[in-house]
């Protein structure tokens, strides 16, 4: 048998085969292919001749195929070999209606919005007569509860690095009680040291992953890779609490770790503080997504947040990955139940542009201390007001529900199915994942092995696979998923 | 008279008393406005009653005015209350080619170019199918001498940080002799710690802006508000030139300041280098920009290059501002004559997208290491092509060289005609600043000033005031800036 039609026929067959019954497909408004069609290796010839072209212009280690952006369609990518992948990692999480959604063509052929796209503003100085209202239209209608105020930036990094800046200069305002700066610390701050510059910290997790430029990269710990070499800041670092999977058949070990993870929490506020190292705020993720979708309980959320309220730090809350409709909720956070809302809430990837909220205390007191060039862009906004609308139209969030639990339902009856290639099957909304019995080796093959068939998922941690699909992601593309994961591992039993 | 005549009057005022005889316009594809028109003041009621909106929803210390951006034409911005200016300030610098220049409107009009725009990949992971030829296109096409690599970026904080990781990652490799990092490195990164996380320092001057992430404000020292609050890292910052001005009237003085510096770079590099923290490369502005547009000559930075190479440290040149043609060169540090070229080279602004340029020996040596979701945009890569192309075809540097000629001229001429108010005429290119003699009250009062009669210019350092225009800005528009300038220190006198 030829490689083609074995390829072919090997990409066909999870759809012959049908394991679970198509659900009827939503009525959403998308053009789609049937199902996934896989024609050559992957990478296809195609993409290798292109690698080798951009490898001798820049390292590409990490380029998995080359793709055709312009025949990609709402949940396929198709690559420039003319393979269709129905795509549950959507460019790492990063598109939040798929390929080629028709609320955002509409967007770009608008010849209102030309201008924005082409005359990119200095937004802070000089900002387009609708930028008001875009923002009022985009991000202020899905602004988290309790937080009035926003600040626009280009991209995840860029706003932690923004927010964990405001929250030191929040910190150091208190602690003048309104008096303005010293000349001893105006001087001194030029030359990097204190206490213009002073020693501040910000306490993360064990696990997380909050950006890779050297601020947020003080506060990310999910792999060596990303830290090693580039030098860092003595900064707390406490436990995320490594639960056991389902969580609500280990509710009292589960807890007890939590307990210890805050009980380390409040060591390392008291240790810090006391060594005149202020600890000025908490970055922590809903899931820790990069660092192997760890989850945590509601009530260690709630907890956390309380405790940050006693040492007079800001609670930050970094919503890059779990924001925007993929847990069912707008915000992973609103799942929690919180009174006392987070100070500071990041976001960029499925906003299609980054930023942060905040309340209106940690409004900076004077100009150009929060400040870039760029500070985002405006066609990014407008692109995001489509997304809000066709989100709330559609109503997504729902159908985020069903066809999570669709997929995390399924997921679950095939770990026990094959008790000893998979387990810890576990998610929000389509926040989904699953862990590999057989470690980091066994999780790349099953991640290779489904592309074989066209399905493009993501891995994360040691040995977990993630999935991260569009909104737009139904119950139907689930049973495609769960049939290919189920020949997978048929396959390697 | 009414205040409306009475602005109408004052704006128009400095095209009728003309002063400096108005070149004609060279053949340059754009269609424009005869000249500067104020109606009202400035910010006007349109952009006072939206900064109340956007006041509500974020910080907006420093919005100057809002902008109706479809309106505005090639060196003309247009604001929400029908001003028009000549701008010499350009979105701070970043504009390459003005408003709505029709190349640049033609690559958002191809429909071949939409998919690439509304469907942003993951650039390191899933490329488009033109990525290695774009790339050869837009940014290859203008690579500094011997730089044969190049990483996309977002912006220009984002170059600089990875960038500097890059250093830090060739620094390790070398102390390493090819071997693996060792479990401990491993571990110990995890936690910020040595030797994982080790104590490399990189130098850089004082009066430098290389942006406000953490890692690039570690070497920003051009004003304590961009700093202050924020902790930082003990990192050397040699004291960079403060030379007297014309350069060439002051030879023997401003090679002794040079030499102080250098000298100053070498006991640096001695002294962190005793005190294990080694020192791994050297950043620098050809023009420090935001510190006040300070020059050094190329002999000095021929030997800080030699220095760096004598300490086995890399050197980095900050093309942000500086690059894409506005001193008459694509590079400014073209002009420096250099035989060892720089080993890496950052830009953003007017290339449209960020990145860095390096040698061969900046590769990183596996993946991931040098990664973001996004690592900018290939739509950015587009027009950035667009700019390259129109540069080349219209001749712009040849253009920059006459404009700036004529423009640093014509400021040399008022600085003697009123020389108790202005001082230090300097520029490369179009790259062109003034100190005010009254210092930062003045210097405020004059851009004031301008923007009433029309320029939109910008400020830098204490008491100066920077020219940053367009590409296509020429000979004519430089002498309606001169007369503007004239009549305004005519009526502080």
């Given at each position: 048998?030829?490689?083609?039609?074995?390829?072919?026929?090997?990409?066909?067959?999870s759809?012959?085969q049908v394991r679970h019954v198509?659900?009827?497909?939503?009525?959403?408004?998308?053009?789609?292919?049937?199902?996934?069609?896989?024609?050559?290796?992957?990478?296809?010839?195609?993409?290798?001749?292109?690698?080798?072209?951009?490898?001798?212009?820049?390292?590409?280690?990490?380029?998995?195929?080359?793709?055709?952006?312009?025949?990609?369609?709402?949940?396929?990518?198709?690559?420039?070999?003319?393979?269709?992948?129905?795509?549950i990692?959507?460019?790492?999480?990063?598109?939040?209606?798929?390929?080629?959604?028709?609320?955002?063509?509409?967007?770009?052929?608008?010849?209102?919005?030309?201008?924005?796209?082409?005359?990119?503003?200095?937004?802070?100085?000089?900002?387009?007569?609708?930028?008001?209202?875009?923002?009022?239209?985009?991000?202020?209608?899905?602004?988290?509860?309790?937080?009035?105020?926003?600040?626009?930036?280009?991209?995840?990094?860029?706003?932690?690095?923004?927010?964990?800046?405001?929250?030191?200069?929040?910190?150091?305002?208190?602690?003048?009680?309104?008096?303005?700066?010293?000349?001893?610390?105006?001087?001194?701050?030029?030359?990097?040291?204190?206490?213009?510059?002073?020693?501040?910290?910000?306490?993360?997790?064990?696990?997380?992953?909050?950006?890779?430029?050297?601020?947020?990269?003080?506060?990310?710990?999910?792999?060596?890779?990303?830290?090693?070499?580039?030098?860092?800041?003595?900064?707390?670092?406490?436990?995320?609490?490594?639960?056991?999977y389902p969580?609500?058949?280990?509710?009292?070990?589960?807890?007890?770790?939590?307990?210890?993870?805050?009980?380390?929490?409040?060591?390392?506020?008291?240790?810090?503080?006391?060594?005149?190292?202020?600890?000025?705020?908490?970055?922590?993720?809903?899931?820790?997504?990069?660092?192997?979708?760890?989850?945590?309980?509601?009530?260690?959320?709630?907890?956390?947040?309380?405790?940050?309220?006693?040492?007079?730090?800001?609670?930050?809350?970094?919503?890059?990955?779990?924001?925007?409709?993929?847990?069912?909720?707008?915000?992973?956070?609103?799942?929690?139940?919180?009174?006392?809302?987070?100070?500071?809430?990041?976001?960029?990837?499925?906003?299609?542009?980054?930023?942060?909220?905040?309340?209106?205390?940690?409004?900076?007191?004077?100009?150009?201390?929060?400040?870039?060039?760029?500070?985002?862009?405006?066609?990014?906004?407008?692109?995001?007001?489509?997304?809000?609308?066709?989100?709330?139209?559609?109503?997504?969030?729902?159908?985020?529900?069903?066809?999570g639990a669709v997929l995390l339902d399924g997921l679950k009856h095939l770990q026990t199915k094959y008790p000893t290639q998979l387990e810890n099957a576990r998610g929000?909304?389509?926040?989904i994942a699953i862990d590999c019995v057989g470690?980091?080796?066994q999780r790349?093959k099953i991640v290779?092995d489904l592309?074989?068939k066209?399905i493009?998922s993501?891995?994360?941690?040691?040995r977990t696979i993630r999935c991260?699909?569009?909104?737009?992601?139904?119950p139907?593309h689930a049973e495609m998923v769960l049939n290919a994961v189920d020949e997978v591992l048929a396959e390697q039993a």
């Open positions: 048998m030829s490689l083609l039609r074995k390829t072919l026929q090997s990409s066909l067959s759809l012959k198509l659900a009827a497909p939503k009525k959403l408004s998308l053009e789609e292919f049937d199902g996934p069609c896989i024609k050559t290796d992957i990478p296809g010839p195609k993409s290798q001749e292109l690698l080798r072209e951009l490898t001798a212009l820049t390292t590409a280690h990490e380029v998995q195929f080359f793709c055709n952006y312009e025949e990609s369609k709402g949940n396929y990518l198709v690559d420039v070999d003319g393979n269709i992948f129905l795509d990692y959507m460019q790492i999480s990063s598109l939040p209606l798929g390929y080629n959604h028709p609320a955002l063509l509409k967007v770009l052929n608008d010849p209102a919005n030309l201008s924005t796209l082409v005359n990119r503003p200095a937004l802070g100085n000089l900002p387009p007569a609708d930028f008001p209202q875009r923002v009022q239209n985009s991000l202020m209608a899905v602004a988290p509860k309790g937080l009035t105020n926003v600040k626009t930036m280009a991209c995840g990094s860029c706003s932690n690095e923004n927010a964990y800046k405001a929250i030191f200069m929040w910190y150091m305002t208190k602690q003048r009680g309104g008096a303005p700066p010293s000349p001893e610390e105006l001087e001194t701050c030029m030359f990097n040291k204190s206490p213009g510059a002073p020693d501040l910290t910000l306490m993360s997790f064990t696990g997380a992953f909050h950006g890779r430029t050297l601020g947020c990269l003080a506060t990310t710990h999910s792999k060596a890779i990303h830290k090693l070499d580039i030098p860092s800041m003595d900064w707390p670092i406490a436990p995320f609490p490594q639960l056991k969580l609500e058949e280990h509710e009292a070990e589960n807890r007890a770790e939590e307990r210890r993870c805050l009980d380390q929490v409040h060591a390392l506020f008291r240790e810090y503080n006391s060594r005149g190292r202020p600890v000025c705020g908490v970055v922590v993720e809903p899931v820790q997504a990069e660092g192997g979708d760890n989850h945590a309980s509601p009530q260690f959320f709630r907890e956390l947040r309380a405790i940050a309220r006693e040492y007079d730090a800001a609670f930050l809350v970094d919503e890059v990955q779990t924001g925007v409709g993929v847990t069912g909720s707008w915000w992973a956070h609103d799942l929690w139940g919180l009174d006392d809302p987070p100070d500071v809430v990041t976001f960029a990837k499925k906003m299609l542009g980054g930023g942060y909220f905040h309340t209106e205390e940690f409004r900076a007191t004077s100009g150009y201390r929060i400040f870039n060039t760029w500070l985002g862009e405006p066609s990014k906004l407008a692109l995001c007001e489509a997304v809000v609308k066709t989100v709330q139209e559609e109503n997504l969030l729902e159908n985020v529900r069903q066809a929000l909304g389509t926040f470690g980091e080796a790349n290779a592309k074989r066209g493009q993501g891995g994360c941690g040691e991260r699909p569009a909104l737009i992601f139904q139907h």
